[in-house]
């Protein structure tokens, strides 16, 4: 995952070096991204991220109070960039077997960056000792719902409630599958998982539309 497609450019040059020019919230976050790439979540503490984006400690702790914080603006932030993303991939129409194909792979690809998950499970992890963070996570799993019913929707599929939860279920447990097993062989598995699970979705979701249309016309 290239952090400039998170959270934008850097800015401009000055005197022939580059010069950071975005908000400090988000230098701070590319710098604890980076971070987290190069050395995994135990590199990411408060005096590491503030000396990479080279900011004041006080900054960090300004925006981000404890290294929870942290973590969740991050989540945030990778899931905001997806967003933007995918809906930039989407063709103005929306429907169609090309636009399908071109979510389905949107998906499998961003599957195979064990970012997400790592972050996510160490929230989790933390919910154990915070209520506040159980609730906030129940909020996210809600909007990654969301997100995922409106993309059927831009798709022209109506899945039921339960076709999309098994969608849903795919897609976490083929992250979190290539998360805890790196390499090739994990993450080509994870995307195989994906494709299918969108498969299906498309499948059932069309079987659904198929015999409701069938209902009306017979009325």
Request: hydrophobic share 45%.
């Amino acid at each position: 995952m290239n952090v400039r497609d998170v959270l934008g450019p850097f800015g401009r040059t000055v005197g022939g070096k580059s010069a950071d020019t975005r908000p400090v919230p988000q230098r701070l976050l590319a710098a604890a991204i980076e971070l987290v790439q190069a050395r995994g979540l135990q590199g990411l503490s408060q005096a590491r991220v503030a000396a990479a984006a080279g900011l004041r400690q006080s900054h960090l702790t300004y925006y981000f109070p404890t290294r929870k914080d942290l973590v969740k603006a991050i989540v945030q932030a990778i899931h905001g960039g997806m967003i933007e993303a995918l809906s930039a991939s989407l063709p103005a129409g929306g429907h169609g077997a090309a636009s399908v194909t071109q979510v389905r792979e949107f998906f499998a690809e961003r599957i195979r960056d064990p970012l997400m998950a790592r972050l996510m499970l160490a929230l989790m992890t933390a919910a154990d000792e915070d209520p506040s963070l159980r609730r906030w996570l129940d909020g996210f799993d809600a909007d990654v719902i969301r997100l995922l019913r409106e993309v059927c929707g831009r798709l022209g599929l109506q899945p039921t409630d339960d076709e999309l939860a098994l969608l849903h279920v795919s897609l976490v447990g083929a992250a979190v599958l290539g998360a805890r097993q790196e390499g090739k062989v994990s993450a080509d598995r994870a995307t195989r998982v994906v494709r299918l699970a969108f498969d299906r979705l498309v499948e059932a979701a069309g079987r659904g539309q198929r015999a409701s249309s069938h209902t009306r016309t017979r009325r």
